[in-house]
């Protein structure tokens, strides 16, 4: 049990976002420790199974179960064993980081959504060892339950994100700016309560060695409950998540650049300004120059509050964060990536060329690089360009803007 309680936390602290403490996330990660935890305790209850079993044919395996249970009570015991693993878990994993979380609250739904994968992997193991009382069961089991939660995940995400949701092992993906769907993660609670459903009563009938209208009924019934979950889980509207939501931000004034945040980056909000100031600095009295920076989420639907606004994207507050947002956000601007930014109304004719090309010398030096690989036919506008004063330099973007935002600027125009 510690093994796999053990095991759990790893599985969960590896989904957590470096530097931050976000209720998404921390939920996200609970969610996951079932994927080692999950199938460990699929092995411990099929030595469970296997001990049961043993017991019931006679001979000196009697001794070791400590008397006759019988498959029913154990079934229980197993289920209680495998919540309280679970709940363990994710004492240990949201515990640390409850009290400083910067947003949102628990979702229980998606918390339960893994417990009651965990659930159904002991009843998988616990059917394995009823059906093969055999000494390698155990260690077959927490493998192949494994390889059932691999299959779903790799496999099932291949074909559709969806069905990779509804396997044995939960894996869920947190995001700050958008909603999870309740319907879709209750979706995913059907699907493995009926799955436990149908295994803990073929359980049931091997252990008893005969077939019942009992059984037959619960297993129909539980199959028919995990198909329901599983058509309305890959058919309904949206998936997991709901549309990308704009966030009541958490703005600061730091000298002329204003820093607005979501809630869960808020203490990025002061590194955001020291690692942008120089950028605003640089781009001041352009036409590219902005006062304010936005923290946006990937994908479509991002969109600048105002014409002065530079929208900034990072996932993480991992080492070196700073340096790939002002990176990414200097390319973002020369080819327009958001709306309502300077770039945005042209399109850009050539995405190789303009990062490569003529935009990347600006980006580059908008971004305080100045020793990265650049087209060499563009080496020399490089070095052209940093050796401009600063009032030339924007004389020279005001000019060539357009040009910049569509990614056509040549070496010739650098002088």
């Known amino acids: 049990m510690p093994v796999a309680v053990g095991a759990g936390v790893v599985a969960g602290t590896t989904r957590l976002w470096p530097g931050l403490a976000v209720w998404e996330n921390i939920d996200e990660a609970v969610a996951s420790s079932s994927v080692l935890l999950g199938p460990l305790l699929a092995g411990l209850a099929a030595w469970e199974g296997m001990r049961l079993r043993r017991a019931a044919l006679g001979g000196r395996w009697v001794l070791s179960t400590r008397g006759a249970l019988g498959p029913a009570p154990v079934l229980m015991i197993v289920t209680v064993v495998a919540v309280g693993a679970y709940v363990a878990c994710a004492g240990l994993i949201a515990l640390p980081l409850a009290g400083h979380a910067t947003a949102g609250g628990p979702n229980l739904l998606v918390i339960a959504a893994g417990g009651i994968g965990v659930i159904t992997h002991s009843v998988l193991g616990l059917l394995a060892g009823f059906a093969a009382p055999f000494f390698l069961v155990p260690a077959v089991a927490a493998l192949a339950a494994y390889v059932i939660d691999l299959a779903f995940i790799l496999g099932g995400g291949a074909v559709n994100p969806r069905v990779a949701a509804l396997g044995p092992a939960t894996q869920q993906v947190a995001f700050p700016f958008v909603d999870v769907n309740a319907a879709f993660v209750g979706a995913q609670l059907v699907v493995q309560l009926g799955a436990a459903g149908v295994l803990a009563a073929i359980a049931l009938t091997v252990a008893a060695k005969r077939v019942g209208w009992g059984s037959l009924a619960v297993v129909a019934v539980s199959g028919a409950v995990a198909a329901a979950g599983g058509f309305a889980a890959t058919t309904m509207p949206s998936g997991f998540h709901l549309p990308a939501r704009k966030p ?168």
Not at 267 to 284: D, G, Q, T, W
Not at 285 to 299: A, N
């Open 248 to 415: 009541v931000f958490s703005c600061s004034m730091y000298g002329e650049l204003e820093v607005c945040v979501h809630p869960a980056f808020e203490v990025a909000s002061a590194p955001l300004a020291e690692a942008f100031e120089p950028v605003r600095a640089r781009l001041a009295g352009t036409r590219l120059g902005f006062d304010r920076v936005e923290l946006s989420y990937r994908g479509p639907g991002a969109h600048a509050t105002t014409d002065s606004t530079l929208m900034v994207v990072f996932d993480d507050l991992s080492e070196g964060w700073q340096d790939r947002a002002v990176a990414e956000s200097a390319v973002n601007l020369m080819l327009g990536e958001f709306p309502n930014t300077p770039c945005a109304a042209t399109k850009v004719v050539d995405y190789e060329s303009a990062y490569w090309g003529g935009a990347a010398v600006v980006a580059l030096w908008v971004a305080g690089v100045d020793d990265a690989d650049l087209d060499p036919q563009f080496e020399a506008a490089q070095s052209w360009f940093l050796h401009l004063g600063d009032d030339e330099r924007t004389a020279w973007i005001d000019a060539h803007t357009e040009s910049l935002c569509a990614g056509t600027v040549r070496p010739s125009d650098f002088g």
